[in-house]
């Protein structure tokens, strides 16, 4: 299990929302890489998985990018636990 802090401004980096004109969500290119780089090696994933956190201006650590990255190419699910600072 990853965990992140992100504040409630920037939530939209991490989560998509309509409501929002932030066009990097993290939740996004997360779910595309779980359905189309499944049985993938990690090795593979990591790099696209920092370039989305990069992209969504995130800062996953390179082991929740790994764990991450494990999850998408095993098809198992992944929980991260999200801590919003005011």
């Known amino acids: 299990m990853g965990e992140i802090t992100v504040s409630a ?14 066009g990097a969500p993290y939740q996004q290119a997360y779910a595309q890489l779980a359905v189309s780089h499944r049985g993938r ?9 920092r370039a989305a956190a990069d992209a ?11 764990e991450q990255a494990q999850a998408i190419s095993s098809g198992t699910p992944y929980e991260l636990r999200v801590r919003v600072t005011g």
């Open 41 to 49: 090696p990690v090795t593979e994933i990591v790099p696209l998985l």
């Open 9 to 22: 401004q920037d939530m939209d980096h991490l989560l998509s929302d309509p409501a929002s004109a932030y």
């Open 56 to 66: 969504a201006l995130l800062g996953f650590t390179g082991a929740d990018l790994l």
